[in-house]
């Protein structure tokens, strides 16, 4: 029988969790362990216990720990100003849009917002779709129109606020706060035809529905397993929002700023040099650790949609976070991690499948965004084996590890990652 988790705390962290219990709402469960410090792909608990991080903080870690270039450039920037209000710019939040946008290829005219998650950064986009759907012949405000609607996909996962919440599928996180927005529908993930029919519904019968103005989807499906989606797939998904009219927003809060191995996903070689999208949402990994999100819109069009007190956030683009982004941003760039990202990624679904342990069944991903199927649902079990063998993963699913390291990650790290997964036992128990 596979260990607990918690069965060997050290004394530091069995009190620190304890104290947390009495101080902390119970909406993550209880902690693993309490973390200390960190350096590269290594953190060590309160207790001098050290671990090989092949999660990122869920993809947020672009640099692992304590990058010297990110802790220069926070204090470089703390030392001047930390905060100022939305009435006033900074240098760092104008470079940092001007940055994305270049990165993202938008076009000339295209505008950034920031948030502070990918939630807020979903929140956003799914916003500007509703104004642009006011905007659609057939829907409201016309005379006898129907709201536009908002297509989102079985499976999909774009964060737990309302609005995102509503676009997101798992119904045990989502059910509980129904009734939420509304003239958000769900289709099945990857069946084209499910997407045409969602399109046909438009009308203005007695049964018809509003028009659709906007597709939202992940290129990489994280939350339901590190699924990808076909590139045929994707393409005639844009092939449709352009025959309809309709905006695609793809959202890149866990593939986005080189997890994949590009800069954004919908720029992935399979996709024939990529997929335009109408705007994309950021998260995780573009401040290696601050706090921040936000959403490109592609052109002046659809930006323009947002007009001052429209929208907004009090810590939005703060110069903090903006100081954090950029050297994120510069170091992936000067240090070549995205790819550093492809090799390593590489390296570490081929290893880990090369250990002909039968408990795995295959792997699946792009650059360090990936997982491996299970011979049976014991991901959990497996999950807690490796963090009391100094290994912490993520049991994305019960038949799925997902891995997402630090981009800095190194080929001897991924070493360390398949020697202590190739000796996982085959009968963890099930979840």
């Known amino acids: 029988m596979a260990i607990t988790a918690t069965e060997q705390l050290g004394p530091k962290d069995s009190k620190w969790i304890g104290e947390y219990r009495d101080v902390h709402m119970n909406v993550f469960g209880t902690p693993l362990r ?56 900074t240098e760092p939040q104008i470079e940092l849009a001007a940055k994305l946008i270049e990165l993202a290829g938008a076009p000339e005219g295209s505008h950034v ?62 059910k509980p706060y129904e009734p939420l927005v509304p003239a958000i529908e769900f289709v099945e993930a990857g069946d084209i035809q499910s997407m045409r029919d969602a399109f046909a519904a438009t009308g203005q019968g007695e049964y018809g529905k509003g028009p659709v103005a906007a597709v939202i989807m992940e290129l990489i499906q994280g939350e339901a397993g590190v699924r990808p989606l076909g590139a045929d797939y994707v393409r005639q998904v844009r092939e449709l929002t352009r025959k309809h009219n ?63 007190g429209s929208h907004g956030s009090t810590f939005a683009g703060n110069p903090l976070g903006a100081a954090a982004a950029l050297a994120t941003l510069r170091t992936i760039d000067e240090e070549n991690l995205l790819a550093n990202a492809v090799e390593r990624g590489r390296q570490l679904r081929e290893g880990l499948m090369k250990t002909g342990n039968p408990l795995y069944v295959s792997t699946r991903g792009a650059g360090l965004l990936d997982a491996v199927e299970l011979a049976h649902p014991c991901s959990h079990a497996l999950a807690n084996w490796a963090l009391e063998r100094g290994l912490i993963v993520n049991a994305v699913a019960p038949d799925a590890l997902r891995f997402a390291p630090p981009l ?12 202590v997964l190739a000796q996982a036992p085959t009968d963890l128990k099930n979840d």
């Open 408 to 419: 800095i990650v190194t080929e001897a790290d991924v070493d360390q990652f398949i020697d």
């Open 34 to 89: 309490v973390m200390d410090h960190g350096k590269g792909a290594h953190i060590w608990d309160v207790d001098g216990n050290e671990y090989l991080d092949f999660l990122g903080g869920i993809a947020v870690n672009a640099l692992g720990y304590a990058h010297p270039k990110w802790v220069a450039a926070v204090a470089e920037q703390a030392g001047k100003v930390a905060h100022t209000s939305n009435y006033f710019a």
């Open 246 to 308: 309709a905006l695609l927003i793809i959202d890149e809060v866990q593939t986005g700023i080189g997890r994949t191995g590009k800069w954004f996903a919908f720029q992935r070689e399979d996709l024939s040099g990529g997929v335009v999208p109408d705007a994309v949402t950021f998260a995780k990994g573009v401040a290696g650790g601050f706090p921040m999100g936000g959403l490109i819109a592609f052109g002046p069009k659809l930006s323009g949609l947002f007009t001052p």
């Open 113 to 174: 917002y920031f948030g502070n998650s990918g939630a807020e950064g979903n929140e956003a986009a799914l916003k500007l779709a509703k104004l642009y759907g006011r905007t659609l012949h057939g829907a409201l405000p016309d005379i006898g129109g129907k709201p536009a609607r908002i297509l989102a996909l079985t499976h999909g996962f774009h964060g737990r606020t309302l609005g995102a919440l509503s676009a997101t599928w798992k119904p045990a996180i989502r």
